[in-house]
């Protein structure tokens, strides 16, 4: 079955810095998603890409969609204090009616004040 | 819209015991997902639908049954509770790619 690689497992940077993660893959998807999960809640869609090369903003969050199809980064930049959580990339592999979505094991964000 | 909203929040079930995980979503979506999150892990599917009446496996289906006889509602049952069924669990609907996740559903099997 298809894998995902997700790094770093966890990360903690200082209020107002940047931040970057990825995911890779050894399998192409049609599409790449990038959820965030809050303690005892359920993950919320944040960014959704489409298209090979594809770069996509949200306010501070920016994703993309890598060129071979297998692989995505977010980038979080002036982190702040909510952005704490588990940030999970997503694959879809789109094929009739079988629409896969294959997880990524997440990364834990801590933001120290 | 509520969205996806799931029952019970919290529930433990000795060894053995039976159980119905409720899901239940009003935006009309056709597609349904169950999955489940072990601590650390990303999410497991556990069984999906594409519409009224069609259900098919996931990646870990075992010990786990389903029935989607309307959209609104898609119930996830397990009838004989093993240790290994503690997760939190998970249940999405999506128009198409996207997934739009319910709280969770936190099971203990003891």
């Known amino acids: 079955g298809q894998q995902l690689n997700q790094s770093p497992q966890s990360m903690f940077i200082q209020e107002g810095e940047d931040v970057s993660m990825n995911c890779t893959s050894s399998s192409i998807f049609n599409t790449w998603l990038w959820y965030k999960q809050d303690p005892g809640e359920g993950p919320v869609l944040l960014i959704a890409l489409y298209k090979a090369g594809e770069l996509t903003s949200n306010g501070r969050l920016t994703a993309q969609f890598g060129i071979t199809r297998k692989d995505s980064f977010l980038n979080i930049s002036a982190s702040i204090p909510s952005d704490v959580g588990i940030y999970f990339c997503a694959g879809l592999f789109s094929s009739g009616s079988a629409r896969q979505l294959t997880f990524g094991s997440g990364t834990q964000l801590t933001v120290l004040p | 819209n509520a969205g996806v909203t799931q029952t019970p929040k919290f529930r433990i079930l000795k060894i053995g015991q039976s159980m119905t995980l409720q899901c239940t979503q009003d935006m009309n979506h056709n597609y349904m997902y169950w999955y489940r999150q072990d601590p650390g892990m990303g999410l497991k599917l556990i069984y999906y639908?594409?519409?009224?009446?069609?259900?098919d496996k996931g990646e870990v289906p075992n010990g786990y049954n389903v029935s989607r006889s309307t959209t609104e509602d898609f119930p996830l049952r397990l009838e004989l509770a093993a240790p290994s069924q503690t997760s939190v669990y998970f249940c999405?609907?999506?128009?198409?790619?996207?997934?739009?996740f319910g709280p969770g559903t936190r099971l203990t099997v003891l």
């Open positions: 639908s594409v519409g009224a009446g069609i259900t």
């Open positions: 999405a609907s999506s128009p198409g790619q996207g997934r739009f």
